[in-house]
């Protein structure tokens, strides 16, 4: 009986000085007029979308997580969104260490997984809120392409985005609310969600997305960032002066030129997170191998063939071997900011 009271006074004291290190950590992530401030300082996101799902395996996991951050940091990532929260702490603790912040998604029906059907994810708000890891809060992920999941109306689920949005607020006070939209969100869109502090939008309009921010400014005054973009590096047909095949030139210089546009739109933009870290070989057919193909919707525009081979996204490949475009995104993501 000592030993077991012991060891619960022990792990009380570390959970709550655990908890007292992480609310001195905490910083307050604001937006103001076009940007993301944290601590009252603008804050450009420099991101990549990260879903580390190893070779023969269909499921997330942080084994590499070491070798992960280490090679984001040569990169000069600031910012990695995920699509599903990161519950293990030690993770957020390795990745707050690094420097490094997370926009973390939440998915409407994810079987009572901190998702937003049963709100769940308010346990997750509340428990993680004044970790220094997260930046903010992202509801869905360019579900504007799947109204029958939400009885044939999308409107059903702006409704929903501006329920969890204001259940956040009040919640967390300290970090805004955005939502990842495929491509420009409508005039509907943006009055339904009023609740929504700023907006990502997945975009693929070839290699050329410089078009995207005058819209969007003609639209709104709230911040946005592209929370998706790039290409992969696999041509299903030869085009454009590329072979077909594996292409990591084709896919280098697609990103030189998003990334140009993005960076020359910085008063409009907040940033861009690029699809995605690495390639993940559980998508279009057998995880033991590189398959061609897969599906996604709205993907005409992927340069330079208007086909997504989904498991040839990543900057580096499954092996954590840097692809060309890797050295893209070092170049533009280090260099000095104005």
């Given at each position: ?151 044939g109306d999308i409107n059903n689920w702006y409704n929903s985005l501006q329920d969890a ?42 290699d050329n997305p410089e078009k995207i921010f005058k819209q969007w400014s003609e639209l ?63 998508k279009a057919g057998n995880p033991d191998i590189q398959d061609v193909g897969g599906w ?43």
């Open positions: 009986m000592k030993l077991r009271l012991t060891y619960i006074f022990m792990f009380g004291v570390l959970s709550l000085s655990y908890s007292c290190m992480q609310h001195l950590d905490a910083e307050l992530v604001s937006v103001k007029n076009r940007q993301l401030r944290i601590d009252e300082k603008p804050y450009f996101i420099k991101g990549v979308c990260y879903n580390p799902v190893e070779k023969g395996r269909t499921e997330r996991d942080f084994s590499n997580i070491d070798l992960d951050l280490d090679l984001m940091k040569q990169a000069g990532v600031n910012t990695i969104r995920v699509y599903m929260p990161i519950a293990e702490v030690l993770v957020l603790d390795k990745i707050a260490a690094a420097g490094i912040k997370v926009i973390t998604s939440f998915g409407y029906n994810q079987e009572g997984r901190y998702d937003i059907v049963t709100g769940s994810y308010l346990d997750y708000v509340n428990t993680y809120k004044n970790h220094k890891a997260i930046l903010l809060w992202e509801l869905g992920n360019e579900y504007n392409y799947h109204p029958e999941w939400f009885d949005a204001d259940a956040i607020h009040q919640n967390d006070p300290n970090h805004p609310v955005a939502s990842a939209h495929g491509e420009l969100p409508d005039s509907r869109a943006l009055a339904a969600a009023t609740n929504i502090d700023l907006w990502g939008l997945n975009v693929y309009r070839w709104s005054e709230k911040p946005m960032y592209l929370s998706e973009a790039g290409s992969d590096s696999y041509m299903t047909v030869a085009g454009h002066g590329f072979s077909k095949g594996e292409n990591q030139k084709a896919q280098a210089e697609s990103l030189k030129n998003i990334l140009n546009d993005v960076f020359e739109h910085k008063a409009i933009s907040i940033g861009v997170l690029v699809f995605s870290f690495t390639d993940e070989l559980w996604a919707p709205a993907s005409s525009g992927v340069p330079y063939d208007g086909t997504a081979n989904e498991e040839y996204w990543g900057i580096l490949d499954i092996n954590r071997d840097k692809k060309a475009a890797f050295y893209v995104l070092e170049e533009f993501y280090n260099a000095p900011q104005d």
